[in-house]
C-alpha cells in the first residue's frame, strides 16, 4: 500500500510540475494571500529534517513541534529527496508527501478521497482566497464512464497552489504547493534528461 502511495503521489508531482511550466506562461491575477507557511514548512528553505517527529512516535516533554506532520518511516534523513507524510491537522487530508531539491523544501503533495474534494475545496479558498485561475475539465476511467475533474491554482510570486479535483485516480484528490524556483529547476533538469535520452536513439 505505501508503495502504491509513493508511485500514485510521483505521479501527481509530475503533473503539477507540467502545470508550473504552463501557468509561468500565461497572465493570471495577483494572490493577495500567498503563504509563507504551510503547516509550519517554509518552502524554498533548507528542510530541518531533525524536526520532523515520526510517525505514532512518543514525543517528549519540550517545545511544540516544528511541523505540524509526521514521517510515515522512522527518521528522516538529509539525503531523501522524498518523504511520506501523514498527521495532518486537517483531516481530509489522508497522507502526503514532500519533495526535496538540493535538501530545500520543494513540493509538498497532499492528498485526500474524492468525497472531501468539497470540503478541501472550501477550505483553501477561505484560507486563501480565491484561485488566480479555475478550468474545468473531465476524465475517464478505464471503464469510459467520464468525470469532473477541476482544477483550481493559485500562483503567486514564490509560491503555487494547485488542487485537482482527481488526480492518480478518479476516487482522489491531489493538492500541492509548490516553490516555483525550486520547481522550476527540476523540471529543467527533467527536460535536459529527456533531451540526452532522445539523444542515444
Sequence with gaps: MRRIAAITLLAFAAAAHAQIAKTQRAKTLPWAKEPELVFGLRLGERFDHDALKPCGGVMADGPPPKYSFCHLFGRSTPEAVQLLLSG??????????????????????????????????????????????????????????????????????????????????????????????????????????????????
Design 88 to 201: 495532518f491537522p486537517v483531516s481530509a487530508f489522508k497522507g502526503g508527501s514532500l519533495s526535496l531539491e538540493g535538501g530545500v523544501a520543494s513540493t509538498l503533495m497532499l492528498e485526500g478521497s474524492h468525497n472531501d474534494h468539497s470540503d478541501i475545496r472550501a477550505v483553501l479558498i477561505e484560507r486563501y482566497g480565491p484561485p488566480t485561475v479555475s478550468m474545468p475539465g473531465t476524465v475517464s476511467n478505464r471503464m469510459g464512464a467520464s468525470f469532473s475533474n477541476e482544477t483550481l491554482i493559485w500562483t503567486g510570486k514564490n509560491v503555487m497552489l494547485t488542487l485537482r479535483e482527481r488526480s492518480g485516480k478518479v476516487d482522489e484528490t491531489g493538492v500541492f504547493f509548490q516553490h516555483i524556483p525550486s520547481a522550476s529547476k527540476s523540471i529543467e533538469r527533467d527536460t535536459q534528461r529527456r533531451k540526452g535520452e532522445a539523444s542515444k536513439m
